[in-house]
């Protein structure tokens, strides 16, 4: 592989210097800039005015930009929604700014990406030229291989800006969608036709980061209170504006829970169940997700007065309150959920499309790690620990959905598989939830019948 470059100034992962993390106005403004230029930077995707995006930020204000990245990556590490969508976005500008950028800004940036000895450019895939040649049965050059490739003239290329080869197991989209050919563990392919593949990897990297800072976060108290103080100004003033929950008229209607809450998680949808474990390891969720896991727990059945004493009991940050000043100040928010506050509306629990877009979603935002570690406890609780070939043939099928990113049909197959594989689409949780206690329920009546 070649040295390593300079990467281009407004690559998120360049080396920026940042001085002491303090909660400040310019710490906010820095976030407000940062997070105002992605919004706008998002709304013309596709169009013809990214060159005047560009002209908002001239050169020399792109370490302000990148500082207020990191601002923000800190405060995305105790709000999974607002990681969702700073991925996201980021993901969404990086690779216009790559597609636009000249060869040795994309060179800089992939090898960065890639682990070393993972990544083949233009002058280390011609030493393969007389394989490939013999592979393909071509003629005496490379650019008869270009030409095979592209299916057009080489005279309209630039042949040292397209071609990349990537190790195959770095490439795990490229391969599951037949993108590419592959040669000796290598998959060959054009950069144009790898970026999405890219882009995947981006948006890896940064989850990744993400993660670090979230595990030093809970260890580190003084910065915990410098991210949840820069979230809820984000929160108030700026995130709901762009991703607010809404309000939806879906419900669902005879479910009946026995016992305590913690006695139905098996029950709960995979987002709902992730929660309920973080609330009673931590003790804190972000704004969305308190609001997430307050309705379904409403429409679960639980009364007012019950979840006041849930999130008091649960709450890391009632520590050393009473009940009555919880009450005063917190219990507002409980209370507004099931309308007896504010503009009284009876809020009923989001679909899972709002969810995925702007609460907690379990295949959309934990990482593949998480999720097939996940999913492999659930299924060993079902069917042991040995588990049949056929069920990891089936799970291998939920992980694919999974990263091709058809979440709701990767929750439809998880609970398929917990309840004998009936045929079901999930596009609630609280479809989810009925499903699974309905299926209970036949059993029980099943096992009861089969003693008498």
């Not at 095979?148 to 080869?165: D, F, G, Q, V």
């Not at 849930?310 to 000043?325: C, M, P, Q, R, T």
Request: charged share 30%; net charge neutral; proline share 3%.
């Amino acid at each position: 592989m070649g040295e390593r470059l300079i990467s281009p100034s407004w690559y998120i992962f360049r080396q920026v210097e940042l001085n002491k993390v303090n909660v400040d106005d310019e710490g906010y403004r820095l976030i407000v800039a940062r997070i105002n230029f992605l919004s706008f930077s998002q709304s013309k995707l596709g169009s013809n005015q990214n060159s005047f995006t560009e002209r908002l930020i001239e050169e020399d204000t792109f370490n302000e930009q990148l500082k207020g990245h990191l601002l923000l990556r800190i405060t995305a590490s105790v709000d999974l929604r607002l990681k969702s969508w700073l991925i996201e976005t980021e993901g969404d500008y990086f690779i216009e700014k790559l597609k636009a950028s000249d060869f040795e800004e994309q060179k800089a940036v992939l090898y960065d990406l890639y682990p070393k000895n993972s990544l083949l450019l233009f002058d280390e895939i011609q030493e393969m030229i007389p394989e490939i040649i013999d592979k393909f049965g071509l003629q005496d050059s490379f650019d008869s291989y270009l030409r095979y490739k592209l299916k057009r003239s080489i005279k309209r290329i630039n042949p040292k800006e397209i071609i990349l080869a990537i190790k195959f197991s770095e490439a795990p989209y490229l391969l599951s969608n037949r993108k590419g050919d592959m040669y000796k563990g290598w998959v060959l392919i054009n950069l144009e036709r790898a970026m999405s593949s890219i882009k995947k990897r981006f948006e890896r990297k940064l989850r990744e980061k993400i993660d670090q800072l979230s595990a030093r976060v809970e260890k580190d108290r003084h910065l915990k209170n410098i991210a949840i103080q820069y979230y809820e100004f984000i929160q108030q003033d700026i995130f709901d504006k762009l991703i607010k929950p809404t309000r939806e008229s879906f419900n669902i209607s005879g479910i009946e829970l026995e016992g305590e809450i913690e006695d139905n998680l098996d029950k709960f949808p995979p987002c709902i169940s992730d929660l309920m474990m973080r609330v009673n390891q931590t003790g804190y969720l972000g704004h969305s997700e308190r609001f997430q896991l307050g309705l379904f727990l409403k429409h679960a059945g639980m009364p007012v007065d019950e979840q006041l004493q849930f999130w008091y009991s649960k709450a890391v940050d009632n520590l050393g309150i009473s009940f009555e000043e919880f009450n005063k100040k917190a219990g507002y928010i409980i209370r507004h959920i099931y309308g007896l506050e504010g503009g009284h509306i009876d809020y009923q629990m989001p679909s899972c499309k709002t969810i995925q877009d702007k609460m907690y979603c379990r295949f959309r935002h934990a990482s593949i790690e998480t999720n097939q570690e996940l999913l492999e406890a659930a299924y060993k609780k079902k069917f042991g620990d040995q588990l049949p070939e056929k069920i990891l043939q089936f799970m291998n099928k939920i992980m694919q959905q999974t990263i091709d990113g058809y979440y709701s049909t990767a929750c439809s197959m998880y609970l398929s598989g917990l309840i004998n594989f009936q045929r079901i689409r999930i596009n609630h949780p609280l479809i989810y939830l009925k499903v699974f206690t309905d299926f209970e329920k036949k059993n029980e009546t099943t096992e009861s019948k089969s003693e008498n």
